[in-house]
C-alpha cells in the first residue's frame, strides 16, 4: 500500500526558479526521506528528516515535516536542467524495517 | 568504487520461464531489498533481508523468490508464476534497516 501521497504529480518551471512538492503520508512514522530518479536509473537518497525535526537543508534543498498535519515539503531553489527528474518520498514507521514510497513528482525544468 | 550493481541492464523472458536477476554490493551493507517499479507509479516492495541466510516477504511477493547466502549478494528470481513481470526491478542496501537504502541502476524485465 501507498503511504506517500506527492502532490502535483507533475511540475514544470523556468530554469532560476523555485521548486516545492509535497507528500502526505497517513501513520506516524520515525523519518521521511526524499529521494531523485533520474528517467531508467535508481534512485538517488536526497536527504532524511526525522520525526523530531522540522527542517533541514542540503545545499539547494529544503525539507520541512509537519507531523501533526502529517506532510512533508521539497523545496529546490534556483532550479536548474539537471534537477529534471521524479521526486519521492518514503517513509519509514516506527517498529517497521520497511520504508514506503509514493507515487511521486515529475519535474520539468525548462531552460 | 564501492557500489551496487545489477545486471544484466535489460532481461527479456519467455512465457513459463524463470529468470534471476543479479544484485551485488560492496558498500558492506547488512540488509537488502528488491523493489518493483512500474511506469507512473512509486517503488513496491518484493523482499528484503537484514542480515545473511534470512529474508522476509515485502507487499508483493508472489511469484518471486530470493536467496542470500553471502552479504554482498541478494539474486531474485522472477518465477513462472508471476503473471505480469513486465517491470522496472530496483535493488537496494543499506547499513541497516533505519538508515537510508543506496539504489543500483535497475534491470527492466521483458516478456517475449
Sequence with gaps: SQQGEEDPQALS????????????????????????????????????????????HSGRLRVTLDTS?????????????????????????FGNEKLTFGTGTRLTIIP | DGGITQSPKY????????????????????????YR???????????????????????????????????ESFPLTVTSAQKNPTAFYLCASSMTEQETQYFGPGTRLLVL
Design chain 1, 69 to 93: 498535519k502529517k506532510s512533508s515539503s521539497l523545496l529546490i531553489t534556483a532550479s536548474r536542467a539537471a534537477d529534471t527528474a521524479s521526486y519521492f518520498c518514503a517513509t519509514r514507521e
Design chain 2, 37 to 71: 517499479q512500474d511506469p507512473g507509479q512509486g517503488l513496491r516492495l518484493i523482499y528484503y533481508s537484514q542480515i545473511v541466510n534470512d529474508f522476509q516477504k515485502g507487499d508483493i511477493a508472489e511469484g518471486y523468490s530470493v536467496s542470500r547466502e553471502k552479504k
Design chain 1, 13 to 56: 518551471i523556468q530554469e532560476g526558479e523555485n521548486a516545492t512538492m509535497n507528500c502526505s503520508y497517513k501513520t506516524s512514522i520515525n523519518n521521511l526521506q526524499w529521494y531523485r530518479q533520474n528517467s531508467g536509473r535508481g534512485l538517488v537518497h536526497l536527504i532524511l528528516i526525522r520525526s523530531n525535526e522540522r527542517e533541514k
Design chain 2, 11 to 34: 532481461l527479456f523472458r519467455k512465457e513459463g520461464q524463470n529468470v534471476t536477476l543479479s544484485c551485488e554490493q560492496n558498500l558492506n551493507h547488512d540488509a537488502m531489498y528488491w
